[in-house]
């Protein structure tokens, strides 16, 4: 089976998806249209984007003349791919899906394209009534992640730390909350891009002509599905945005942060971490009834590599594990520090729950499984894709 991937140069999509439709069986053709999931609003941003539409187009024409093409999987928002190229890649005949990860923060962002697709894979299940609206067919696809490939030849050696890890960015609400185990001389390392940045990325920005882009298209499905009161809470937040930069950064001590860290480095360190810590909190103020949270990557990823994982708790991370036996989960700061001091304290359970979890998503969250229900829910053949054991 010949699959072209459509999706971000660089982070998590190429070593997940790709390989993951690779580890499948599949040929795989990827076609990346940036680094970042957008693109520039200069005049000359829009016209190099107009250019890339037509380089994807161009190669999703050939490798179906070619007779290589048997599904487009995208991961891609409708101010990236134009609906005219969409409306033309439609007319080739070929399975279609986007796979849209982000729902709680940026579900309208696929709703011109979205009805082209033959499925939109969602990673939650919010907001699919503004979707279906749309004339959009949302499929629910948590992420997953690739078992680690072992070898004799380069065995891994793991990174041993006593403490709690965290690996990821510097969100406001995660320098809050990893700021106070610091105070509480808890054993603390951070690796990630951005921890020591003192001005704004620049890549968070939002030119004038996507406000007024995102006002055209997504005003009224926004105000249908959400009301006013988040409406207001965005366009406040693009007005006055809020830097991730407002904790201060000695308040996260220096020593703590450990900078960016390799591919090849992930998995040494989160085997040789005591716990390695996990977020699901995404937006609104915690604690309260607006607070959102959602599973991401993290989620997986840890636990297939053999971490011991300790994320916060959500109703979506209990659909997916069940907490104390292959995951163990955190609700708010007092519970955090109780878990972090008796999991440092008990060696064995976090063994025993390590062990658990790396078994329990190697048999239910790789990304084979998730593909191989894609394919059967697009009624797709996969008599002749043989799925690969990686262990």
Known sequence: ?????????????????????????????????????GKSWSNQGLENNHQINTQLLTTAKRLKAEGRLDLIFAVIYDDVLEVETAKQLRALDVPMVNYHV????????????????????????????????????????????????????????????????????????????LADLAKQNIPLQI?????????????????????????????LPRIQQEGWGRFWETVKHRLRPTSSLAVSSHEVPTQCIKGSYSNSDFVPLVQGAAINLGFTH???????????????????????????????????????????????????????????????????????????????CLQHHTWTHRFSRLLQELKLSTLDIAEKTFI
């Open 102 to 177: 982000d729902l709680l923060g940026q579900w309208y962002r696929i709703l011109r394209i979205g009805k082209y697709f033959d499925r939109v894979a969602c990673a939650q299940m919010e907001y699919w009534k503004g979707l279906r609206r749309a004339g959009i067919r949302p499929y629910y696809m948590p992420m997953a992640a690739n078992p680690p490939v072992s070898t004799t030849q380069t065995p891994t050696k793991n990174i041993p730390f006593a403490g709690v890890l965290y690996l990821g960015s510097p969100w406001l609400f995660r320098r809050q909350m």
């Open 282 to 360: 995404f937006m609104g103020i915690p604690g309260t009834s607006r607070e959102r949270r959602q599973v991401r990557l993290r989620e997986f990823e840890i636990p297939i590599n053999g971490g011991f994982y300790l994320t916060q708790d959500c109703p979506q991370l209990r659909e997916l594990f069940q907490i104390g036996e292959n995951v163990a989960a955190w609700d708010n700061l007092s519970d955090l520090h109780d878990k972090i001091s008796y999991y440092l304290n008990h060696p064995a359970e976090r063994k025993r729950i390590a062990e658990a979890a790396q078994a329990y």
């Open 191 to 219: 690796y990630g891009h951005n921890w020591l940045r003192t001005s704004p990325d620049p890549d968070n920005a939002q030119p004038y002509r996507k406000n007024l882009h995102d006002l055209h298209y997504y005003l």
């Open 1 to 37: 089976m010949h699959v072209l991937t459509v999706l971000c140069k660089d982070g998590w999509m190429p070593a997940n998806l790709s390989e993951g439709w690779r580890r499948l069986g599949c040929s795989v053709e990827e076609f990346f249209y940036g680094t970042h999931m």
